[in-house]
């Protein structure tokens, strides 16, 4: 059985790459474009992985990290932080919200694969 992994992302471009690149890999795929729908979708489609775009609009990336960890039924699922706007220490918060993996964007191919793999 393929491994399932939910693409929280807002960008249509970003998000379908993301997506095409996975389901070419053979993994299971779920889009998400609203963060506001993040934690149902993860309870409902019940991933090996989360992907997770930092930036989102009404609801943070920082934000539905700490709460997918504070979820007894997801917390072990593990969470890839992908974001545009990496700063100083930005890798640092993130992980200790509870991310175990980071990317910086723009993403590479190569990377991005080998950081899922990792992870899954």
Do not use: W
Request: glycine content about 6%; overall charge negative.
């Amino acid at each position: 059985m393929a491994k399932r992994i939910l693409v929280v992302e807002d960008n249509d471009l970003n998000r379908k790459l993301f997506c095409d690149l996975l389901r070419a890999n053979g993994f299971e795929v779920e889009p998400v474009a609203d963060g506001r729908e993040a934690i149902a979708k993860t309870h409902q489609f019940m991933p090996d992985l989360v992907i997770m775009d930092i930036q989102l609009p009404e609801v943070s990336g920082m934000d539905l990290i700490t709460a997918i960890k504070a979820d007894d039924d997801l917390k072990a699922i593990p969470i890839l932080a992908v974001t545009a706007y990496a700063g100083k220490g930005d890798e640092d918060s993130i992980r200790d919200a509870g991310a175990e993996g980071y990317l910086a964007k723009p993403v590479s191919i190569g990377p991005f694969m080998v950081a899922v793999n990792k992870l899954i």
